[in-house]
Structure formats: C-alpha cells, structure tokens
C-alpha cells in the first residue's frame, strides 16, 4: 500500500469548497488509520467544518472578510494585490492541515461535517495537496 499521494486540484473562485470525495476518491484508505492532508500554499487553508448546509460556507467567506480586510494602510506585502497579505494572514489562522481517523475504510467524519479548501485569493489557480496516511 502506498501511503502518500500528491493531488491538484482543479482552480477555485474565491471561498470555502467542500473538498471531501475528491479527497477519498483519490486514495485507497486502509480499515483503521489518520489520514493528514496538507495544502502547499500560503494563500488558501484547510479547515473542517459543516457540510449540510451551504448558507455556512457563505458565512464563514463574509466573516473572515469582515475581520481581515483588504487595502489596509499598514499591510507592506502589497506588490501581488489587495487580496494577497489578507490571504495570508487567512491561511495562517485556518492552517495548512488537517487530520482525519480512519475507520472501516472510510473516512470518519461526524454526520455534518465535510473537509474544506479555503480559497483566499481571488484567482488562486490549481492548488496541491499532500494526502498522508499513518
């Protein structure tokens, strides 16, 4: 069995988007383990969250938008555009992994949740992710 797969994901707009079957569609899962998932990036995050209702995923763009705001006077890291040190800043609060329990082969995930890519820039483009199972 392998136990490390890289994977791409396609380019996202702006959000949070429910990521978890590209996920477990990508890597065969073992009947007990932890799978960690890395993103190698510093402007999106990864972050687990409810999956039922989609109103959530609006929510949590429009907070984060609220708390970390674009075109501040004292950001220097400037030169990439507006979105870019606030997208930072996102990912540094939401983090780069995850980690997941394994349980009869499947991912074991409560009833309402579901993984999430944080897309913080506005033209991100395809993201990397590391899926590793212990």
């Given at each position: 069995?392998?136990?490390?797969?890289?994977?791409?994901?396609?380019p996202y707009p702006r959000g949070f988007h429910l990521?978890?079957?590209?996920i477990a569609s990508n890597i065969d899962l073992p009947e007990t383990g932890v799978?960690?998932?890395?993103?190698?990036?510093?402007?999106?995050?990864?972050?687990?969250?409810e999956c039922a209702d989609p109103t959530v995923r609006l929510d949590l763009e429009t907070?984060?938008?609220?708390?970390?705001?674009?075109?501040?006077?004292f950001y220097k890291h400037t030169y990439e555009g507006p979105d870019d040190m606030p997208a930072h800043i996102k990912s540094s609060l939401v983090g780069a992994s995850i980690f997941v329990?394994?349980?009869?082969?499947?991912?074991?995930?409560?009833?309402?949740?579901?993984?999430?890519?944080?897309?913080f820039r506005n033209n991100g483009g395809s993201r990397k992710l590391v899926l590793t199972i212990l």
């Open positions: 069995m392998k136990n490390q797969k890289e994977i791409i994901l396609p990521i978890t079957d590209q799978l960690h998932v890395f993103i190698q990036h510093t402007s999106a995050g990864l972050t687990i969250n907070s984060f938008n609220h708390v970390i705001r674009e075109d501040e006077p329990p394994i349980s009869n082969w499947k991912l074991n995930l409560g009833s309402w949740q579901g993984i999430y890519l944080c897309e």
